[in-house]
């Protein structure tokens, strides 16, 4: 079975610094790995993606997120944190040798400070 | 391009009630999935459609059902309501299911929040 965790309810960081929001997963097959961000009552919103290629992924709002498969690890990083990234983000998997049923993380609350 | 749309965004409803929720897809998006969405247990699958069949469904008991239709709108109904069932319930569309040009990625509707009194 396929599983995906994320270690850190919550994570504050100042405004300004660079932040890490943290994910581990585990599949059988070949993972597609995803996150999602979600701002207080909405749904939510795809972040950026690894299929295949280059581990290190660009998505959307200066977001990055580092595919490492020794340690099944995707963190989310963005260099320089501001007040409005401050929501609630996911991260999800897919198994693409299995069911392709998403599995999502419990989330993390991340507060940026001003 | 019109995004993913739920309706209703609210609704309260009394247990032993049954309730349908609607999703519209983003044009030309054939695939759409349901998510229940507690404080308590995340994000859970629901079920995923594509083309009117159900391709997937998740571990859910058979109070949930759902269906699509031709223009690929999708309901999902839940039936003798119990108090466990409040919830955020979030559709999303994508373009294409596993194995057909698949991408991954899901595009969310706002959500549908349940609240069972």
């Known amino acids: 079975a396929q599983s995906v965790a994320q270690p850190e309810d919550q994570v504050n960081v100042a405004e300004g610094n660079p932040l890490t929001v943290k994910c581990t997963y585990s599949v059988s097959g070949n993972p597609y790995l995803f996150w999602y961000v979600q701002y207080p009552n909405r749904g939510l919103q795809f972040l950026l993606k690894?299929?295949?290629?280059?581990?290190l992924v660009k998505g959307s709002y200066g977001f990055e997120a580092e595919f490492n498969k020794s340690q099944t690890s995707f963190h989310l990083k963005k260099p320089s944190a501001l007040v409005s990234d401050s929501a609630l983000y996911f991260c999800?998997?897919?198994?693409?040798?299995?069911?392709?049923?998403?599995?999502f993380g419990r989330g993390t609350s991340l507060i940026v400070h001003p | 391009k019109a995004g993913v749309t739920q309706t209703p965004r609210y609704l309260i409803k009394t247990r032993g009630q049954q309730v349908t929720l609607s999703c519209s897809p983003i044009s030309g998006h054939r695939s759409v999935s349901w998510y229940q969405q507690t404080p308590g247990q995340g994000l859970q699958f629901l079920f995923e459609y594509f083309s009117e069949t159900q391709k997937n469904k998740g571990n859910f008991p058979g109070r949930f059902s759902g269906r699509q239709f031709s223009n690929s709108r999708s309901e999902m109904n839940v039936s003798t309501l119990e108090l466990g069932d409040s919830a955020l319930y979030l559709c999303a569309s994508s373009s294409n299911p596993p194995g057909q040009g698949f991408t991954g990625e899901l595009f969310f509707g706002e959500g549908s929040r349940l609240t069972v009194l």
């Open positions: 690894y299929i295949t290629g280059d581990n």
């Open positions: 999800a998997v897919r198994d693409m040798g299995g069911s392709y049923i998403p599995t």
